[in-house]
């Protein structure tokens, strides 16, 4: 049972620090998309000044520096602050399944009338 609620302690130490990790990568995507969106629009007029037509730069615009490395910049800071998100859920995930565990003994102890703390 001991070793059960130390593994309990451990997953919410976890929890605690990737819901930390996320709050900072949550912050951490505005100024990337940002950089990005601006590059976009900047691009987009040059593009248009220089008469080409909007069907084609909507087309091209996504491939030519710096838009693409802002782009991929951006896709990056998403991608990791979504896989923390995904690994905060798993441990809450792990943290219900320990908790019911934990739950189950206790009360098949109380029923047994063995139970100490």
């Known amino acids: 049972m001991q070793a059960k609620r130390d593994e309990l302690a451990s997953l919410r130490n976890n929890l605690t620090l990737k819901t930390n990790e996320y709050g900072k990568l949550v912050l951490d995507v505005p100024p990337f998309?940002?950089?990005y969106q601006e590059a976009m629009a900047t691009e987009v007029f040059r593009m248009r000044a220089d008469g080409i037509p909007?069907?084609?730069?909507?087309?091209?615009?996504?491939?030519k520096k710096p838009v693409s490395d802002l782009r991929f910049d951006r896709d990056?800071?998403?991608?990791?602050?979504?896989?923390?998100k995904?690994?905060?859920?798993?441990i809450q995930s792990s943290i219900n399944a320990l908790q019911t565990e934990i739950n189950s003994e206790i009360k098949e102890h109380e029923l047994a009338g063995s139970w100490q703390v």
């Open 33 to 35: 998309e940002r950089a």
């Open 54 to 63: 909007i069907g084609v730069i909507d087309k091209t615009i996504r491939g």
């Open 76 to 84: 990056l800071k998403r991608a990791m602050r979504d896989a923390c």
């Open 86 to 90: 995904e690994s905060i859920k798993a």
